[in-house]
């Protein structure tokens, strides 16, 4: 080798050396991502969306967004492979959950309000169909061909709805498990044909927007009653992420806004109601990384 060429070659390594020095600063500056679980629901999709754009502009924090059944996300959480989930539903629903893995979880706060239970369609009289009781009477079970429509095997509602079935001694009834979409396309279907059906419903959710449904009244109190939404992390999420646990702490989405957000979401896109809802709401959510801040009353739906 000559020694233009050596010079050459020792300064194409220098450089090399430099560049990857650098890219390898750069890299280490990068804020690892907040790995947030959460599970294909429609109220959980809005909401997870919204709080990612807050957190990528305000915080610059990187997120990843893992989607798996509920029952996953729970045992991901307390084995420190994600590190929050912004769906849990207490004190009734998830409380078998929650219980199992309370010791390695961070309790961030509550997001909103909700409710389940079973639902028939307001086609259905009263009179015949009031409370989960009257679903013993045979003329009742006939008209739903003894199915119990529900999203997701395994889930809070559905373990909930199997001792619901034992409690009122519902024989007959088999629960009908797909996903929400599959649960919701055979209403859509069964409400064209003039049938009954019996659904597992849960509020905040587009389909009281959609379609005319009313709870059954739960005397055993096996769906409880108000449910509360909790931001849930990983045990010593807060030390790392201090101001991202302290947004989670300060998150909320008015019930009706939500309700109009995943309605919308429906004739366009999730991806597209959070952008312009986050843009429309923005002081609202600026004033969740503030502290002492008092918050903004939301602008628009």
């Known amino acids: 080798m000559n020694a233009h060429s050596y010079r050459n070659t020792a300064c ?45 502009e305000h915080l610059k924090q990187p997120v990843k967004l893992v989607m798996a059944d509920i029952g996953i996300q729970f045992q991901a959480l307390a084995n420190g492979n994600i590190d929050l989930i912004p769906m849990v539903w207490l004190p009734i629903t998830h409380k078998a959950f929650y219980d199992k893995y309370q010791d390695r979880l961070e309790d961030l706060g509550v997001l909103y309000e909700g409710r389940i239970g079973m639902t028939v369609p307001t086609s259905v009289p009263v009179s015949e169909v009031a409370s989960v009781e009257d679903l013993n009477k045979p003329e009742v079970r006939a008209r739903l061909d003894g199915k119990i429509l529900t999203s997701e095997v395994g889930n809070g509602q559905y373990k909930l709805t199997v001792k619901a079935i034992e409690e009122y001694k519902l024989d007959g009834y088999k629960l009908v498990a797909s996903s929400e979409a599959g649960m919701l396309n055979e209403l859509d279907r069964n409400l064209k044909r003039g049938k009954w059906s019996l659904v597992n419903a849960w509020s905040p959710h587009w389909m009281f927007s959609k379609y005319p449904l009313r709870y059954l009244d739960d005397p055993k109190k096996i769906f409880g009653g108000a449910e509360q939404i909790h931001a849930m992390a990983r045990k010593g999420f807060s030390q790392e992420y201090p101001e991202v646990a302290y947004f989670f702490a300060h998150y909320s989405v008015p019930q009706a806004d939500l309700e109009a957000l995943m309605m919308q979401a429906r004739q366009s896109s999730a991806d597209q109601v959070v952008a312009a809802y986050y843009a429309a709401n923005k002081p609202r959510f600026e004033a969740m990384f503030e502290k002492g801040a008092q918050s903004v009353s939301s602008v628009q739906p």
Do not use: F, M, Y
Request: one cysteine or more; glycine letters at 6%.
């Open 12 to 56: 194409a390594c220098l450089l090399g050396l430099v560049l990857g020095a650098t890219a390898a600063l750069a890299h280490a500056d990068e804020p690892k991502p907040v790995r947030i679980g959460w599970v294909n629901w429609s109220d959980t999709e809005i909401t997870v969306k919204l709080a990612t754009a807050a957190l990528q």
